[in-house]
Nanobody, 123 residues
Framework: VQLQAFGGGLVQAGGSLLLSCAASGRAFSNSVLGWFRQAPGQGREFVAAISWSGSTPIYADSVKGRFTISRDTAQNTVYLQMGSLKPEDTAVYYC?????????????????WGQGTLVTVSS
């Protein structure tokens, strides 16, 4: 399974950005796709996760109400729509996958990782 994240860039505070994660390889039924982020000098932080079947996603409290995770099974792509961006959202964003149906916030439980895309939010 290969994951490739796209869509990072520079945006002003209050703006929006759409990240995409293209998945290829084995079929993704019974899988979970998630987004994590890592700010400079910080550990990797959970952002959001969704099952390939489309069950109710989960979010970190810090992004709830501002970010939306979704997936397009026909395109094998997971999206992270980010809105009301804040400077503290600045980080490298990674998509990750696991072969399971249970959503989890723990990065150690994800097997597959994309290369990351940098999001910079200016104040």
């Amino acid at each position: 399974v290969q994951l490739q994240a796209f869509g990072g860039g520079l945006v002003q505070a209050g703006g929006s950005l759409l990240l995409s994660c293209a998945a290829s390889g084995r079929a993704f039924s019974n899988s979970v796709l998630g987004w994590f982020r890592q700010a400079p000098g910080q550990g990797r932080e959970f952002v959001a996760a969704i099952s390939w079947s489309g069950s109710t996603p989960i979010y970190a409290d810090s992004v709830k109400g501002r970010f939306t995770i979704s997936r397009d099974t026909a395109q094998n792509t997971v999206y992270l729509q980010m809105g009301s961006l804040k400077p503290e959202d600045t980080a490298v964003y990674y998509c990750a996958g696991r072969r399971a149906t249970v959503l989890t916030r723990y990065s150690s439980q994800y097997t597959y990782w994309g290369q990351g895309t940098l999001v910079t939010v200016s104040s």
